[in-house]
Structures are given as C-alpha cells and as structure tokens.
C-alpha cells in the first residue's frame, strides 16, 4: 500500500511539473497571439476589438509596451476617460519611463487642455517632486493662457481686483476676468482701494469716492488740484501746490506743507521738502530727522507694502522698514516698490532681477525691465518685448507683447500686443490658476 501511495505521489508531481512547464512554454505564445491579433485589428480600424485583446494580453504580462498600445486603442475608439486613465496609472507605475506621461501632455496639449494638464501635474509633483519629465512639462505649460473677451479700448494694471478701462473717451471700473463693475461714464478713473472706494471725476470735473455699486460715498472739498487712492482712512490731496493728508471724513489731518506726498500704508508716508525725503506719520508729520534723497513710490502712490521702503542715500537705494531701520546690505541703482505681495524688482548696472522682502536676491540681474513678482509671476522685457517669468525665474511666456502688467490674483493680466498693425489691449487669463 505505502509503494502505490509513493507512485501516486510521483504522478502527481509529474504531472503539476508538465503543466508548469507546458503553461511556461505556452504563455509567450498566447501573449504574442493576442498582441498580433490586436494588430490586425487595428490595421483595419477595430479597436474596440483591439482593446480586448490588448487586455487578455496583459493577463500573461504586464509590459509598458503592451499599456500604452492599450491606451492608444482606447483613443483610438474614442474612449479618452479610459485613454486617459491608462496612461496616468503608466505614468505613476514607471518613474524612470516618461513614455506614458508625455503621452498624455501632448493629448491634453492636442486639444487645448492645459487647464486639466496642469491639474493633474500640480498632483503628480506633489507625490513625485523629483520627477524631471514632470517639471519641464509644467514649466513649458504654466505660462500657457487664454484671451477673455474685452471690448475695451484701454485696460490698466489690476489692482485689488479692479481695472480701470476706457471706452469713447470715458472710464470706468471692471474686475480682474473683465467683468463690468462701474460702467465707463466718468472723465477719469482709479482702481478700487482695499478700504473699497474708488476715486472717479465726474463730468462737472469734481473728485469723488465711489463704492462697487457706483455710490458717492466721499465727497472732499472743491478746493484740491488732485487727490489719491484712499486707504487706512487717510488719502492724499494737493492743495495751492502743496500735499497733505485727508482723513476718512475729508478732513485735513494736517498743514499742507509738503512738495510731494506718498500715500499711508502700514502706519507710514514719505514726504519731501526742499529736496530732501522724510518718513512720515499718519498726521503727515516727520517720524524722525532722518532724510533720503529719494524714496519709491508705487503707480497708487504707495512706498510701503510688506512694511518695506526703497530710499536712496549717497546716491544708490537700498531697503529700510517703517521704524527707517536698514533690512539688508544689499544696494540697488533702481528699483520697484514693493507690491502687496511677492518680489521687488530692482536694477543694477543697466539689468534687473528681484529681491524677496528679507533683502535676499532671488533672481539675478538680466532683464532689460521688469515689474515685480505678483502672484508667483513678473512682467519683464528682453530687446523691447514684454513677457512672464516664474518664481523661479523660468521664462514661461516668451516676450511678445508691447506692454505688461502684473498677473492678478485671479490669473488674469492686461498685455498690449500688435494686431493687424495696430496696438491693441487685451486680458489674458493663465490656464494654471483655473
């Protein structure tokens, strides 16, 4: 009995030993069967067909090779969910091999779906931040954009959300997609505060605030030449040639006595008299007996966003903070006030680069101008043309527009560019912050 039990035994294995063995010898076969029967399928335009035989192929072996012909069958039978699916589980599988990932890029590309490609990129880096293929093709497509539709005749820089535009000769207000706030009625325009009033002239030519739903809600005296944006309740106001300031209620907060005047931000202006810059309080009076011979003001008339001041001294500027205390050795020929946020453009020797708020220099100088960097971007000009750089100081959008301005908190720019032989404005919006 012990000897049929043993034979048995030895049956047994030799017969789990053929099947191995004849399953080995066969499974190439099968797999190359199926992979030439889907060939043949798509030769002649099946591919539903060619799917199927690309899946039972991958049962034998799943090979890159054998993923991405799958993908392509799927695309080719108009399946792009699953086309697309295939090539983003391909992608994350194989680190080394960017086959799968280019694939997919260049589809999105293709047609014109940067928006979804960036999307899936931002994901992608955040688990695989090391990944090269990735990056370049996030580089090559966050600069990517589309024109918004505007049927204005100007546009001007964006500012806390608001753009003055101009239509026959009148201005009015839209917001950073293009969007009507107040309608073009008014002889001049500036952009919205961040108190939330705008400074319009009406066609009695008198000054006026209005809110976002086109309310008066200041209205200063006759008397002043000009007045300025308003913000943290003080505005600027020349009177008989000299400058001071208004408070919320369009009262003088103080003498006029200053030959020029920046705006109050961050608890300080700066104010000159006879040729000599001082800092100045809300009152419009000198915080110390420190003097500069010059300071940098913003296009609102700002000198102070991030609590940092350009003032020049022995003929080179460089950065103090509200209390007139330096921030950095660091000195500069030119330079940008600082926006709300981001980097400071600032010139040397005939160039420009960027400096971050703690004085270090984080892009070099090589740009012919530039703006600062807003929102993880900044207009710069190389041989008369404008384009974007990143935070990084990778050129994203190529120079190819007369003018710039800075990119929004929505994305979005006004860029003056030659169409049919004229300059013509228009607002373009970056698919990467969609």
């Given at each position: 009995?012990?000897?049929?039990?043993?034979?048995?035994?030895?049956?047994?294995?030799?017969?789990?030993?053929?099947t191995?063995?004849?399953?080995?010898?066969?499974?190439?076969?099968?797999l190359?069967?199926?992979l030439?029967?889907?060939?043949?399928?798509?030769?002649?335009?099946?591919?539903?067909?060619?799917?199927?035989?690309?899946e039972?192929a991958?049962?034998?072996?799943?090979?890159?090779?054998?993923?991405?012909k799958l993908?392509?069958?799927?695309?080719?039978?108009?399946?792009?969910?699953s086309?697309?699916?295939?090539?983003?589980?391909?992608?994350?599988?194989?680190?080394?091999?960017?086959?799968?990932?280019?694939?997919?890029m260049?589809?999105?590309?293709?047609?014109?779906?940067?928006?979804?490609?960036?999307?899936?990129l931002?994901?992608?880096?955040?688990q695989?931040?090391?990944?090269?293929?990735?990056?370049?093709?996030?580089?090559e497509?966050?600069?990517?954009?589309?024109e918004?539709?505007c049927?204005?005749e100007?546009?001007?820089?964006?500012?806390n959300?608001s753009m003055?535009?101009?239509?026959?000769?009148?201005?009015?207000i839209v917001?950073?997609?293009?969007?009507?706030i107040?309608?073009?009625e008014?002889?001049a325009?500036?952009?919205?505060?961040?108190?939330?009033?705008?400074l319009?002239?009406?066609?009695?030519?008198?000054?006026?605030?209005i809110?976002?739903?086109?309310?008066t809600?200041?209205?200063?005296?006759?008397?002043?030449?000009?007045l300025?944006?308003?913000?943290?309740d003080?505005t600027?106001?020349?009177?008989?040639?000299?400058y001071?300031?208004?408070?919320?209620?369009?009262?003088?907060?103080?003498?006029?006595?200053?030959d020029?005047?920046?705006?109050f931000?961050?608890?300080?202006g700066?104010?000159?008299q006879?040729?000599q810059?001082?800092?100045?309080d809300?009152?419009?009076?000198?915080?110390?007996?420190?003097?500069?011979?010059?300071?940098?003001m913003?296009?609102?008339?700002?000198?102070?966003?991030?609590?940092?001041?350009f003032?020049?001294?022995?003929?080179?500027?460089?950065?103090?903070?509200?209390?007139?205390?330096?921030?950095?050795?660091?000195?500069?020929?030119d330079?940008?006030?600082?926006?709300?946020?981001?980097?400071?453009?600032?010139?040397k020797?005939?160039?420009?680069?960027?400096?971050?708020?703690?004085?270090?220099?984080v892009?070099?100088?090589?740009?012919?101008?530039?703006?600062?960097?807003?929102?993880?971007?900044?207009?710069?000009?190389?041989?008369?043309?404008?384009?974007y750089?990143?935070?990084?100081?990778?050129?994203?959008?190529?120079?190819?527009?007369?003018e710039?301005t800075?990119?929004s908190?929505?994305?979005?720019a006004?860029?003056?560019?030659?169409?049919s032989?004229?300059?013509?404005?228009?607002l373009?919006?970056l698919?990467?912050?969609?």
């Amino acid at each position: 009995m012990k000897k049929y039990v043993i034979l048995l035994f030895v049956v047994l294995l030799g017969l789990s030993w053929y099947t191995a063995v004849s399953s080995a010898l066969n499974d190439p076969l099968e797999l190359e069967a199926h992979l030439t029967r889907a060939g043949e399928l798509e030769s002649k335009g099946i591919y539903v067909d060619a799917v199927a035989e690309y899946e039972a192929a991958l049962e034998y072996e799943q090979r890159p090779d054998i993923y991405m012909k799958l993908a392509n069958a799927y695309l080719q039978s108009g399946d792009n969910q699953s086309f697309v699916s295939v090539c983003q589980q391909q992608a994350e599988a194989d680190q080394k091999d960017s086959q799968a990932l280019d694939t997919l890029m260049e589809y999105y590309v293709e047609n014109s779906n940067e928006t979804d490609a960036l999307q899936y990129l931002d994901g992608f880096l955040e688990q695989y931040p090391d990944n090269e293929a990735a990056q370049g093709w996030f580089i090559e497509l966050e600069g990517s954009y589309e024109e918004l539709y505007c049927r204005y005749e100007t546009l001007s820089n964006i500012v806390n959300g608001s753009m003055v535009v101009s239509s026959e000769g009148l201005y009015g207000i839209v917001d950073a997609s293009g969007d009507e706030i107040i309608p073009c009625e008014y002889k001049a325009a500036f952009p919205f505060s961040a108190d939330g009033f705008a400074l319009v002239c009406r066609e009695d030519d008198s000054w006026i605030y209005i809110d976002e739903d086109g309310q008066t809600r200041k209205v200063p005296d006759s008397g002043y030449e000009s007045l300025g944006m308003f913000e943290s309740d003080r505005t600027i106001a020349c009177q008989s040639g000299k400058y001071g300031y208004l408070d919320e209620n369009m009262e003088p907060a103080a003498d006029f006595s200053w030959d020029q005047l920046s705006g109050f931000k961050e608890n300080v202006g700066a104010g000159q008299q006879n040729g000599q810059w001082f800092l100045v309080d809300e009152d419009g009076e000198p915080k110390s007996e420190q003097f500069y011979e010059d300071v940098i003001m913003d296009e609102q008339g700002f000198c102070s966003s991030q609590n940092r001041i350009f003032v020049k001294e022995n003929g080179s500027y460089h950065m103090i903070n509200r209390n007139g205390d330096s921030v950095c050795d660091l000195t500069f020929d030119d330079a940008k006030a600082f926006p709300e946020e981001g980097y400071a453009a600032v010139c040397k020797d005939g160039k420009w680069g960027f400096v971050n708020p703690d004085g270090e220099l984080v892009i070099d100088y090589m740009f012919d101008d530039a703006r600062n960097m807003t929102n993880r971007f900044a207009a710069v000009c190389q041989d008369g043309l404008w384009g974007y750089i990143d935070s990084s100081g990778n050129m994203v959008i190529d120079p190819v527009f007369t003018e710039a301005t800075d990119i929004s908190d929505q994305g979005t720019a006004a860029v003056k560019q030659e169409s049919s032989g004229e300059q013509v404005w228009k607002l373009i919006q970056l698919n990467v912050f969609l």
